[in-house]
């Protein structure tokens, strides 16, 4: 097999390690300052304390308030 040679191998590490970096941390934040709805979503998130990493909302206060919304909502018909 014809396998790189180390520094070869660091090489190409680090400069796809900083190509994500600068997707996350320069590309993706220029985009959603840029673009209306996306700027609007992240003030949102940010002001109400939401994270949009996390895998389950329930322990959100958002998720209780709109659950209680949707039940009073249900109950009603």
């Known amino acids: 097999m014809n396998e790189k040679s180390l ?5 190409n590490f680090v400069l ?11 590309f993706l934040p220029l ?3 840029s673009c209306g709805i996306l700027n609007r979503m992240s003030v ?5 304390g939401i994270d949009p ?6 322990d959100v ?6 659950e209680e ?3 009073s909502v249900l109950e009603e018909k």
């Open 7 to 11: 520094p070869v191998r660091l090489k």
């Open 16 to 26: 796809a390690l900083g190509a994500t970096f600068a997707f996350v941390y320069l």
């Open 31 to 33: 985009l959603t300052s």
């Open 44 to 48: 949102y998130l940010d002001a109400n």
């Open 53 to 58: 990493t996390r895998y389950y909302y329930t």
């Open 61 to 66: 206060e958002q998720v209780k308030e709109g």
């Open 69 to 71: 919304y949707l039940r």
